[in-house]
């Protein structure tokens, strides 16, 4: 699991279903900071704050700071931490579940930041996206090995569905990397600090999302299989011969746009 960016405290023990794993290292926190540097007048909203490691130094510069947090016990004393600081608004809930959208109507898009559990990161990630036009950028730390298949390029190992699926609607760029003496309790995992900006103008054509999704996964479905063999009953020869690519290649083979040709020579689902 990944380690979530709060604040060490002594009365409070760690728990292993909300993945959390203190930060103590003032130096990755302020690296952090930098790397987001909020601005006057931008919404800042942060994901699973804790006890507010990240917190209280945004709050501090930004003055306002909304956020998103599952485990109701750290709410009182993130409150009481904040105290004098700035407007704290923290939303009780799963993430999951938020409404990124109705939060930014009327204002400025929303800039999220913060630590997403390694259990729920992928699906957390799409439903970001899914309101993407609500957000301008997001900066997240997560596994050091997701981050690596979300910023990969064609023909290395990390790429694949998560990389293709994620290239469509935002640019990647991993930031740095966080190593497991960073945090109390160490994970097991290495992590990575990344920032995700949604297109404001798709690179690419997807036409139908629900195709290119169900391509790309059947593509790296049988990764060591040839496109012809893994997108069997999917697309066939002709479509191949459309989209002008070689049945003969495999899913790593291909960019993110050629997935998308492809997607458009594929068969109604």
């Known amino acids: 699991?990944?380690?979530?960016?709060?604040?060490?405290?002594?009365r409070h023990r760690a728990?292993?279903?909300f993945g959390q794993h203190f930060l103590h290292d003032p130096a990755v926190l302020g690296r952090i900071v930098a790397a987001i540097d909020p601005r006057p007048g931008e919404r800042l909203?942060?994901?699973?704050p804790g006890l507010g490691a990240l917190s209280l130094p945004l709050l501090a510069r930004q003055g306002r700071l909304d956020c998103i947090e599952l485990d109701r016990d750290v709410?009182?004393?993130?409150?009481?931490?904040?105290?004098?600081?700035?407007?704290?608004?923290?939303?009780a809930g799963d993430v999951l579940e938020f409404d990124f959208a109705a939060l930014a109507a009327g204002g400025p898009r929303l800039r999220l930041?913060?630590?997403l559990p390694y259990n729920i990161s992928t699906p957390l990630l799409f439903h970001t996206l899914a309101a993407g036009a609500a957000i301008l950028d997001m900066h997240f730390m997560l596994q050091k090995e997701v981050v690596a298949r979300i910023a990969a390029p064609p023909g290395s190992r990390a790429?694949?569905?998560?990389?293709?699926?994620?290239?469509?609607q935002c640019r990647a760029e991993r930031l740095f990397d966080v190593g497991p003496g960073a945090f109390r309790p160490a994970p097991r995992v290495d992590s990575a600090f990344v920032r995700l900006v949604p297109h404001a103008h798709p690179p690419f054509a997807v036409g139908d999302p629900a195709r290119f999704a169900a391509v790309v996964a059947a593509a790296f479905g049988q990764r060591r299989k040839t496109l012809r063999n893994s997108l069997a009953g999917v697309v066939d020869e002709g479509g191949f011969a459309a989209a002008?690519?070689?049945?003969?290649?495999?899913a790593e083979t291909l960019s993110p746009a050629d997935f998308a040709v492809l997607a458009a020579t594929a068969r109604p689902l």
């Open 75 to 91: 709410i009182p004393r993130l409150r009481e931490r904040a105290a004098g600081l700035g407007e704290l608004t923290v939303h």
């Open 15 to 17: 728990r292993k279903r």
């Open 159 to 168: 790429y694949g569905r998560l990389t293709v699926m994620l290239a469509a």
């Open 1 to 10: 699991m990944t380690a979530r960016v709060t604040a060490t405290a002594p």
């Open 244 to 250: 002008g690519i070689d049945s003969g290649r495999r």
């Open 45 to 48: 909203v942060e994901i699973g």
């Open 113 to 115: 930041c913060g630590n």
